[in-house]
């Protein structure tokens, strides 16, 4: 057992990182702006304050405007009660009420359209042309009065395409019958439903048709479309469509194509946007490559009726998808709140010696916090607290887990490192992707009048000895449970005499701002201790003073914090 040595926090050794996935958000739309690349240890705010994450400077941005960050499986968008409000697929957020992100949405925030780009889902993107320089003399609107010219003898399969459309359960499947629309309708060969993806103008094939998946299906076979085979796509046409409008492109004579375009004989093309409110989510993108080819005269009116019949399809899927994964949500947040809840012992009590008193508040999208006193039968008194990262029923197991594991352990008679390392091996054999925690575990003797504890990897507690005011105790530490199952661990130890106390919480206490995005720290938690000298006011005074700095009593993550003292016998 090594005595406890008071260095600097931060000497202690590296924690290997646990397994993660990066977000990025990736301007298309708006003024210059860097990719924003987010991971997962920790929210990344947005906003036009120079003390964010990420600043977006435009006065139309609040100045903390919106917050990303993961939860288990989950990435989360949460409005920060921004004046203009934040846009996820066209739809407005509510504030404060967290929405989950995935793999190509489209997030608005003032002037700036953002894609989202989980690195996990991403399939493969193609570039565009490169013809800027080249053919925007050629791309040009497409006249009002053209637009109002369907012909009364397409209104037959506009309505069978409309059908179709509303159909669709999926993106794919919509960008499939809606390309099947467009050629029959215009005399296109060639079609695709495609996303950009990048600023620089990369695109991702949702859906596509040629010639020869037409002849397959014509003779009854299944197509299959190689999106990185045979498409070039025009990167001014493109960004003519971003504007919202349907553009397109002929092939007159003396026109200079491009080497590229003219390699593949493309004699013209016509790009028309699909909406999601005032954001472009997608587009329907033809060419033709045979001048020959009897292109119908109405066929941009008819592309731009099918792609508005895609902007309405594809909000209703996105509202369906987000509101099923909001409920999923919601209801693990729930489970895991409820396993929270039996675990947890009650608020306050005496145990012999101690007495100890705890608060525990859920935040607003996350149940994760773990805390348990233990009596032993050598009459310590065993006490832990963990922060389990990833949520939901997984958090929930996990939580079960630790807390059945460390209890078996200390009623063996274990000494806190050697429990500490059953049950990291138990959280590494149950630990799903992402799941993770960080663990204080306290073992109080009253007859030695010593604390022997391990840290592995939480680093948030204090120690107020009896007479003096609170303090941080630094100390060797050890990695985080659930990572490395050959972990080492070591008890370290302190004083701890009659009227001592230890504090243990969660990040959910330090790392809480308030409206201008300061935390409210370790200095502030000491300050507020200055004049407690029981669990319950230690308690009470935290929970107060965190109210009051952060002017909510909704907090962004749990709220766990916990007061141990050892009283006279």
């Known amino acids: 057992m090594n005595a406890a040595s008071y260095p600097d926090p931060a000497d202690a050794g590296p924690v290997p990182e646990p397994r993660m996935r990066t977000l990025r958000l990736e301007a298309i739309a708006g003024p210059p702006l860097d990719q924003i690349t987010i991971t997962p240890d920790q929210p990344v705010v947005l906003g036009r304050s120079s003390n964010v994450d ?75 042309t490169n ?130 375009i003219v390699r593949l004989g493309i004699s013209s093309a016509l790009c028309a946007p699909i909406m999601l409110g005032t954001s472009v989510e997608a587009y329907i993108y033809l060419d033709a490559r045979d001048a020959q080819d009897a292109i119908a005269q109405d066929a941009a009116a008819f592309c731009q009726a099918v792609s508005r019949m895609c902007g309405l399809a594809l909000a209703n899927l996105k509202r369906i998808v987000l509101e099923k994964n909001s409920a999923r949500m919601l209801e693990e947040i729930r489970a895991a709140r409820e396993a929270q809840i039996r675990l947890m012992p009650e608020p306050s009590g005496t145990l012999g010696p101690f007495e100890y008193a705890m608060v525990n508040q859920p935040g607003s999208t996350v149940a994760g916090d773990l805390f348990d006193v233990v009596p032993l039968a050598d009459g310590k008194l065993a006490f832990f607290l963990g922060d389990v990262m990833g949520k939901g029923a997984g958090a929930a197991i996990l939580m079960a887990t630790i807390q059945s594991a460390l209890r078996s352990a200390l009623a063996h008679g274990d000494a806190p490192h050697e429990a500490m390392m059953r049950t990291n091996e138990s959280a590494c054999a149950r630990s799903g992707d992402g799941e993770f925690l960080s663990l204080f575990l306290g073992v109080i003797d009253p007859e030695a009048q010593r604390l022997d504890f391990v840290d592995a990897g939480h680093g948030l507690w204090l120690l107020a000895e009896a007479g003096a005011p609170a303090r941080r105790v630094a100390c060797e530490g050890g990695h985080l449970l659930g990572i490395q199952e050959d972990a080492q661990y070591i008890t370290e130890s302190a004083p701890f005499p009659p009227g001592s106390r230890v504090l243990a919480f969660s990040d959910g206490l330090v790392e809480q701002p308030d409206p201008r995005g300061e935390q409210f720290g370790f200095d502030r938690a000491i300050g507020v201790l200055t004049g407690t000298s029981t669990p319950a006011d230690d308690v009470a005074a935290l929970s107060a003073a965190l109210r009051e700095h952060a002017e909510t009593d909704r907090y962004a993550d749990d709220l766990t914090v916990a007061s141990i003292r050892l009283n006279d016998r």
């Open 54 to 128: 990420h600043q977006l400077a435009d006065k139309t941005v609040s100045r903390r405007h919106c917050r990303v960050l993961r939860r288990g499986v989950n990435w989360l968008l949460t409005d920060l009660e921004s004046r203009h409000g934040t846009y996820l697929n066209g739809m407005k957020l509510e504030p404060e009420q967290p929405a989950p992100l995935a793999d190509g949405d489209l997030v608005r925030i003032g002037p700036w359209t953002l894609r989202v780009i989980d690195e996990r889902d991403r399939s493969t993107s193609l570039p565009t």
């Open 131 to 260: 013809d800027l320089a080249t053919t925007s003399h050629r791309v040009q609107r497409v006249p009002v009065r053209e637009l109002r010219s369907v012909a009364q003898q397409r209104l037959d399969l506009l309505i069978e395409c409309a059908a179709g459309i509303n159909a669709a359960t999926s993106e794919r499947e919509l960008g499939e019958r809606a390309l099947d629309a467009v050629t029959r309708g215009t005399g296109f060969k060639r079609a695709a439903f495609i996303r950009q993806v990048s600023a620089s103008g990369d695109v991702q094939v949702l859906a596509a048709v040629t010639p020869q998946s037409i002849a397959d299906l014509e003779r009854g076979e299944t197509p299959f479309v190689d999106p990185s085979k045979g498409f070039s796509f025009s990167r001014s046409l493109i960004n003519a469509a971003s504007n919202g409008e349907i553009v397109r492109m002929t092939g007159e004579s003396g026109s200079n194509y491009g080497e590229s």
